[in-house]
């Protein structure tokens, strides 16, 4: 597996929501951390119509190659019919906390 790190944002309806899932996430060793942003403010189109609401942004921590167990795990326990869920790669990371990552991440 890389020995690199990536964040995976993601979108879920509410914090309960976030905390439950990432929990899971956690239990599994998939991520080694999440950082919530609460009250996330959205504008889209969903079936024809502009609806606007209130979310909550999850990033989460992970090594490099763990995505789609990650977005299958989100998928299967989210109440969005297709939630937002994007891997972006780290150019450059503190080496200590590249090494957290990948140790939190490494009883694969």
Known sequence: MD???VYIFWTCRDLEEGKKIVRGLLEKR???CATFIPHVESLYRWEGLIEE???VKAILKTRRGLFEKI???I????SYKVPEIAELP???VHPPYRD????????L
């Open 75 to 78: 998928q299967e326990q989210c």
């Open 90 to 92: 780290l150019e450059r």
């Open 30 to 32: 998939w991520i080694a």
């Open 100 to 107: 957290w990552v990948l140790h939190e991440t490494s009883n």
């Open 71 to 73: 977005r299958t795990y």
């Open 3 to 5: 020995a690199s790190i």
């Open 53 to 55: 609401g209130r979310e």
